[in-house]
């Protein structure tokens, strides 16, 4: 099972920030903080990851707390094509470690 | 940019009969998975190969399953008698393995499988 927790759905207007949080409370030491998001049934796209520090890409913005219990995925200006069912993953990244993928929250962007 | 890529986008079956899903990952990944999603459902992970064997399988995926790396590039999913509740997308993901940062699993657009 999932070893995190995100809210089932949220929306946005389009052009503001996204913000979509998700609860790491079981996360260990080597365990970084793995976001995606699968947009209508299309295979699952990576957005960003982290371990401890704040990062930034051209997708998105990623703040992860300083006990790393929680982070939250920053979409600074949502379009439509941003509606999604997005996840957040607790991964090591070691080997073949699979993804274990829980229910995520479905962003629905509104014009 | 690389992609992983997968045939056919939709396979229909009759039960009973077996299917190959075919997948052909990003040329330099070394670590290939197979996931499936039934409609409405999660993403759930099937299996996954490195250096020619499985490294891990899910209890999905049962004696009616393989997979195997035929060549340098290619990487199917073999279904040897297909039952309705196969009826799934399957995705395929491949990943490099390296000590980058940005090391990640990439997937591929999925096959829908239809089990009539």
């Known amino acids: 099972d999932a070893k995190t927790t995100q809210p089932p759905s949220m929306d946005c207007a389009e052009g503001r920030a996204a913000n979509l949080p998700c609860n790491h409370s079981t996360i260990s030491g080597n365990e970084y903080v793995y976001w995606y998001r699968q947009i209508h049934s299309q295979g699952p796209q990576y957005i960003i990851h982290?371990?401890?520090n704040n990062e930034t890409n051209e997708m998105a913005s990623l703040i992860i707390t300083e006990d790393r219990k929680s982070s939250t995925l920053i979409l600074p200006h949502a379009t439509l094509r941003d509606t999604a069912v997005y996840y957040c993953?607790?991964?090591?990244?070691?080997?073949?470690?699979?993804?274990?993928f829980g229910t995520g929250t479905r962003l629905t962007i509104i014009p | 940019e690389p992609e992983v890529t997968q045939t056919p986008s939709h396979q229909v079956t009759q039960m009973g009969q077996e299917v190959i899903l075919r997948c052909v990952p990003i040329s330099n990944h070394l670590y290939f998975y197979w996931y499936r999603q039934i409609l409405g459902q999660k993403v759930e992970f099937l299996v996954s190969?490195?250096?020619?064997?499985?490294?891990?399988k899910s209890e999905i995926f049962d004696d009616q399953f393989s997979v195997e790396r035929p060549d340098g590039s290619n990487f199917t999913l073999k279904i040897r008698s297909t039952k309705l509740e196969d009826s799934a997308m399957y995705f395929c993901?491949?990943?490099?393995?390296?000590?980058?940062?940005?090391?990640?699993?990439?997937f591929g657009p999925g096959t829908r499988l239809t089990v009539l």
């Open positions: 982290g371990l401890k």
């Open positions: 993901a491949s990943r490099l393995d390296s000590p980058s940062s940005t090391d990640t699993q990439y």
């Open positions: 993953i607790d991964l090591t990244n070691f080997g073949n470690e699979k993804l274990t």
């Open positions: 190969f490195y250096n020619n064997e499985i490294s891990e």
